[in-house]
């Protein structure tokens, strides 16, 4: 298995197009998804196809997506796709652009709202499916470790992952959701 692609972002215009929170779901929809139009990711996110092209020029523009003229039956389709399986940034490598580091902050904010409401959603409605309520789980571990062993952790629950959202699926007849995962770890205090 290759390991995917992860950009490193230092400017300011990618962040920032990170930041808005429809731009940051078509984002999602196209890690999902695959190579989509303006008119999928339209549909998918309940946006009007002026509105999602006009977001995919901003997210084209800050290098974050592509055009995929390949998948295009005519010359009038244009698809998209990601340019990189998922991006990273560190704070301390933008301490000298205030701009980027402002737009970082507000991408890891829009981020963390993100993912707290979709736990809020799952919750309200996850007596729906028994299967599915089995099936999820939330974690909470207390360590004690150094920033290189924290970074450490970070690289092997990023690996196990990586390796399940990549892995061949078996032709089992199985029907598989889309399932978000995500795990966070910092200082702080009980």
Not at 68 to 84: C, F, I, K, N
């Amino acid at each position: 298995m290759t390991k995917p692609e992860v950009r490193t972002l230092r400017d300011a215009r990618s962040l920032a197009a990170l930041a808005h929170p429809f731009r940051s779901r078509m984002m999602d929809a196209l890690k999902v998804d695959g190579p989509s139009t303006a008119s999928m990711l339209a549909a998918r996110t309940g946006q009007a196809v002026g509105n999602a092209s006009h977001h995919l020029k901003v997210l084209s523009e800050a290098g974050l997506v592509e055009e995929a003229p390949e998948l295009a039956r005519d010359r009038r389709e244009r698809w998209w796709r990601l340019v990189s399986s998922g991006t990273r940034w560190s704070t301390l490598e933008l301490e000298d652009d205030p701009a980027a580091g402002a737009a970082a902050r507000e991408a890891e904010a829009l981020g963390l709202r993100r993912q707290v409401e979709r736990v809020q959603a799952w919750m309200s409605n996850a007596d729906t499916d028994p299967q599915w309520a089995d099936a999820a789980f939330a974690t909470q571990n207390w360590l004690r470790v150094t920033p290189a062993e924290l970074r450490e952790v970070a690289d092997e629950l990023v690996e196990v992952l990586v390796r399940w959202g990549q892995r061949e699926l078996p032709d089992d007849g199985a029907e598989r959701e889309p399932v978000l995962v995500f795990a966070r770890g910092f200082p702080c205090q009980p």
